[in-house]
């Protein structure tokens, strides 16, 4: 079978034909031109009807960025296929995207692209979102998820739809695209950030992938099968899941009965946080950007019957439920510092923030340890010491305190122990509390 008429049989396996209106993510280069060939060239056969999108994340030069989507107008012009070009005016950039959730540059541009495309598909009333997503994108993808440890939920792969998400060429090689784009004379940009290493997906595609393929030569129908495999397992698990641990909701809170939790596994009690965490922040994600530790921890503290507050999540047992929500809660301790007098300024340090108080009083530091998540801070000087109020999604405090000129400690709400350490500010460095 060629490959547009395979073409056509996934587009009607994704559900994305008889008459669907499609938005296609159009980059420039040569898979997102192959899918908008193969888009246009089966119009006919599948009935429908395609708009083209290129999202400017900003991140490379405007010369750049202005040829590849003039190149991107007039291919799309001469296949007589509405075309739009977009970027930050509407939505966070890239940029405040990585500052917000503390990720990193691929994944921040990812989620842009995704913001911008939803917004389009919405004002256009397109139905579907096309992706030109590769077999070469899921092999990587799959090498990466290995590494970071991911497992059947993440070894399965690229996900070929998700909402409105579809990925018609997920079963394809790229160089059988490019062979494609080369047979009807359509060229296509070359991105030369691709050929750099700066990125974690290219380093895995320009120095390991040929270092793998030097020892493992056919790894490629390894991955495949590995894929395959992780598919079926994660499907087995999630039915499961749905058998015998479903979740039920309260406000904002997610809750288990007690009874269902102990006749699970422990690995489907894992999953059912996994999945209660999604849908407590309104997103998909899987363990590799929801610490396994974290899953980890409060499974065991719902499997203990105990309350556990960390990672921003807080998970305790209520009479024959197991409930987990947002760690949110607020309390208020007096911190009494010795020597008030030598105090100029305060400033403290939380996570990946820097805020200094306008206090009149202090030159020194606090710099508190968080595993998780930032802290916020509000205080008001008085004249025998400070009121420290503490608004919080981390209660995972470390209990470990090193030498230093001044340790303090306040109660929380639930009695334990806040131990936060003060040091001199004309130190580089110091240890944590």
């Given at each position: 079978?060629?490959?547009?008429?395979r073409?056509?049989?996934?587009?009607?396996r994704?559900?994305?034909?008889?008459?669907?209106?499609?938005?296609?993510?159009?980059s420039?280069?040569?898979?997102?031109?192959?899918l908008?060939?193969?888009?246009?060239?089966?119009?006919?056969?599948?009935?429908?009807?395609?708009i083209?999108?290129?999202?400017?994340?900003?991140?490379?030069?405007?010369?750049?960025e202005?040829?590849?989507?003039?190149?991107?107008?007039?291919?799309?012009?001469?296949?007589?296929?509405?075309?739009?070009?977009?970027g930050?005016?509407e939505?966070?950039?890239?940029?405040?995207?990585?500052?917000?959730?503390?990720?990193g540059?691929?994944?921040?541009?990812?989620?842009?692209?995704?913001?911008?495309?939803?917004?389009?598909?919405?004002v256009?009333?397109?139905?579907?979102?096309?992706?030109a997503?590769?077999?070469?994108?899921?092999?990587?993808?799959?090498?990466?998820?290995?590494?970071?440890?991911s497992?059947?939920?993440?070894?399965?792969?690229?996900?070929e739809?998700?909402?409105?998400?579809?990925?018609?060429?997920?079963?394809?090689?790229?160089?059988?695209?490019?062979n494609?784009?080369?047979?009807?004379n359509?060229?296509w940009?070359?991105?030369?950030?691709?050929s750099?290493?700066r990125?974690?997906?290219?380093?895995?595609?320009?120095?390991?992938?040929?270092?793998i393929?030097?020892?493992?030569?056919?790894?490629?129908?390894a991955?495949?099968?590995?894929?395959?495999?992780?598919?079926?397992?994660?499907?087995?698990l999630?039915?499961?899941?749905?058998?015998?641990?479903?979740?039920?909701?309260?406000?904002?809170?997610?809750?288990?009965?007690?009874?269902?939790?102990?006749?699970?596994?422990?690995?489907?009690?894992?999953?059912?946080?996994?999945?209660a965490?999604?849908?407590?922040?309104?997103?998909?994600?899987?363990s590799?950007?929801?610490?396994?530790?974290?899953?980890?921890?409060?499974?065991?503290?719902?499997?203990?019957?105990?309350?556990?507050?960390?990672?921003g999540?807080?998970?305790?047992?209520?009479?024959?439920?197991?409930?987990?929500?947002?760690?949110?809660?607020?309390?208020?301790g007096r911190?009494?510092?010795?020597?008030m007098?030598?105090?100029?300024?305060?400033?403290?340090?939380?996570?990946?923030?820097?805020?200094?108080?306008g206090?009149?009083?202090?030159?020194?530091q606090?710099?508190?340890?968080?595993?998780?998540?930032?802290?916020e801070?509000?205080?008001?000087?008085?004249?025998?010491?400070?009121?420290?109020?503490?608004?919080?999604l981390?209660f995972?405090?470390?209990?470990n305190?090193?030498?230093s000129?001044?340790?303090?400690?306040?109660p929380?709400?639930?009695?334990?122990?806040?131990?936060i350490?003060?040091?001199n500010?004309?130190?580089?460095?110091?240890?944590?509390?």
């Amino acid at each position: 079978m060629d490959l547009e008429s395979r073409f056509i049989s996934e587009m009607v396996r994704l559900g994305c034909s008889d008459g669907k209106l499609c938005l296609i993510a159009l980059s420039g280069g040569s898979d997102s031109v192959a899918l908008l060939q193969l888009c246009a060239r089966t119009r006919e056969q599948t009935g429908n009807s395609y708009i083209a999108v290129r999202v400017r994340h900003g991140i490379r030069s405007d010369g750049i960025e202005d040829k590849e989507t003039a190149f991107c107008t007039s291919l799309c012009r001469s296949l007589e296929i509405p075309f739009f070009a977009s970027g930050a005016d509407e939505v966070e950039g890239p940029d405040d995207i990585a500052r917000q959730n503390g990720c990193g540059p691929e994944q921040a541009a990812r989620e842009f692209r995704y913001q911008v495309l939803e917004k389009i598909k919405t004002v256009e009333q397109q139905e579907f979102i096309l992706l030109a997503h590769t077999l070469d994108d899921n092999r990587e993808t799959l090498i990466m998820r290995v590494f970071s440890g991911s497992g059947p939920e993440g070894l399965k792969g690229i996900p070929e739809k998700r909402r409105a998400l579809r990925r018609p060429l997920l079963l394809t090689d790229g160089y059988e695209l490019k062979n494609y784009l080369e047979q009807l004379n359509t060229q296509w940009c070359e991105d030369a950030s691709n050929s750099g290493n700066r990125y974690l997906r290219n380093k895995v595609r320009n120095r390991l992938i040929p270092l793998i393929t030097e020892i493992f030569p056919g790894w490629q129908n390894a991955a495949d099968t590995l894929i395959g495999r992780s598919k079926q397992v994660n499907e087995s698990l999630e039915k499961e899941l749905e058998r015998s641990l479903t979740h039920g909701v309260a406000g904002e809170n997610v809750y288990w009965l007690q009874v269902n939790w102990n006749s699970a596994s422990s690995y489907i009690r894992s999953m059912a946080i996994l999945q209660a965490i999604n849908r407590i922040e309104g997103k998909a994600s899987d363990s590799r950007r929801i610490s396994w530790k974290l899953i980890t921890e409060l499974r065991r503290a719902a499997d203990r019957s105990e309350t556990l507050t960390t990672g921003g999540y807080r998970i305790a047992g209520s009479g024959d439920k197991i409930h987990l929500g947002r760690a949110t809660k607020e309390w208020e301790g007096r911190i009494i510092i010795q020597n008030m007098h030598q105090l100029n300024n305060l400033a403290f340090t939380t996570g990946q923030y820097n805020v200094v108080a306008g206090i009149d009083t202090a030159g020194v530091q606090i710099i508190v340890n968080t595993e998780y998540f930032p802290i916020e801070f509000s205080w008001k000087e008085e004249t025998k010491g400070l009121n420290l109020t503490l608004s919080s999604l981390n209660f995972g405090w470390k209990e470990n305190i090193y030498d230093s000129e001044m340790v303090v400690e306040m109660p929380d709400a639930d009695s334990d122990i806040v131990y936060i350490q003060i040091m001199n500010s004309k130190k580089s460095e110091g240890p944590h509390a």
